[in-house]
């Protein structure tokens, strides 16, 4: 498997004192505040890690469970045939947004790998 970018989703039962420990941590406000529930900081030239509400991921088909990992792929067509060949089961892609096609699939634990392709031509 090749992927371009990985973007890691931390779950946060109280949002505003966790994005304060994470500024903290980071030494830095967020890179990127896409939304009043999210905070992201670029760790990495193509490493992210995002911010969000427990209680809002709980309702995110492709962000539930004990951890949620996001890995964008340039072409997830070409990557869910590859995956079915590992005979891996993946459903279809959605439209998460305007601008993102995700696919989430679930470990044997049940933490989720969701790949993301932007949709935006």
Known sequence: MTAHQVLATVA????GASRAW??????????NAPDAACAEW??????RIQLRPRDELADAP???????LGIMVDNLDEMLRDLHTRQIDVPI???????????????PDGNMVTFVESAAA
């Open 62 to 68: 492709w962000q539930a469970g004990p951890a949620s």
């Open 93 to 107: 892609p959605q439209l998460a947004t305007h601008f993102v096609r995700v696919v989430p699939v679930r470990d």
């Open 42 to 47: 670029q760790i990495a030239s193509r490493t």
């Open 22 to 31: 994470y500024a903290r941590l980071f030494g830095r406000v967020p890179d």
């Open 12 to 15: 946060a039962s109280d949002f």
